[in-house]
């Protein structure tokens, strides 16, 4: 089985508490898991991959992070196709729509996204949430 990596981005710390879910999830789940600040991870350690997850809260007008997430996102989209990607991250205004149109891009690039959608809070993740999370990373962990 391979290690379930979970990469994030996270000013506040809210998208960091959901990825640790995620990641406690994945190894309830049996699994090995890697929980990465993306400044830390190249996308080359994810191409081998099966699955894994990422996460990103909304910024400015509901957009990924500019300066390191969305580039990492533009580099995976390369490769995504037949890979199962997870999505998650919280939001302080809007409704969801970086999260829509981030996996409407991901699967366009071919890669599967479960339940077919991300994960979200707004603000901080509450348990529900944090369930949501823990449920992706279940899921993930069977890749």
Same mark, same amino acid.
């Given at each position: 089985?391979?290690?379930?990596?979970?990469?994030?981005?996270? +000013? !506040?710390?809210?998208? +960091?508490?959901?990825a640790e879910a995620v990641?406690?999830?994945? +190894?309830?789940?049996? =699994? +090995?898991?890697?929980? *990465?600040? *993306?400044?830390? *991870? !190249?996308?080359? @350690?994810?191409?081998?991959?099966?699955?894994?997850?990422?996460?990103?809260? /909304?910024?400015?007008?509901?957009?990924?992070?500019? !300066?390191?997430?969305?580039?990492?996102?533009?580099?995976? @989209?390369?490769?995504? /196709?037949?890979?199962?990607?997870?999505?998650?991250? !919280?939001?302080?205004?809007?409704?969801? @729509?970086?999260?829509?149109?981030?996996?409407?891009?991901?699967?366009? /690039?071919g890669a599967t996204v479960?339940?077919?959608? $991300? *994960?979200?809070?707004?603000?901080?993740?509450?348990?529900?949430a944090k369930s949501a999370?823990?449920?992706?990373? $279940? =899921?993930?962990?069977?890749?």
């Amino acid at each position: 089985m391979d290690t379930v990596y979970v990469v994030y981005w996270s +000013q !506040s710390g809210n998208t +960091q508490a959901m990825a640790e879910a995620v990641g406690a999830g994945a +190894q309830a789940s049996g =699994s +090995q898991t890697k929980i *990465v600040p *993306v400044s830390e *991870v !190249s996308p080359d @350690e994810l191409k081998g991959l099966k699955g894994f997850a990422l996460g990103c809260p /909304a910024m400015g007008s509901e957009e990924l992070e500019e !300066s390191e997430m969305e580039p990492f996102v533009a580099e995976i @989209e390369k490769f995504a /196709a037949g890979k199962t990607i997870g999505l998650f991250g !919280s939001y302080g205004w809007g409704d969801g @729509e970086w999260m829509r149109n981030w996996t409407d891009r991901m699967k366009a /690039a071919g890669a599967t996204v479960p339940g077919d959608e $991300g *994960v979200i809070a707004c603000g901080e993740p509450d348990d529900a949430a944090k369930s949501a999370c823990e449920a992706l990373g $279940g =899921s993930l962990a069977a890749y």
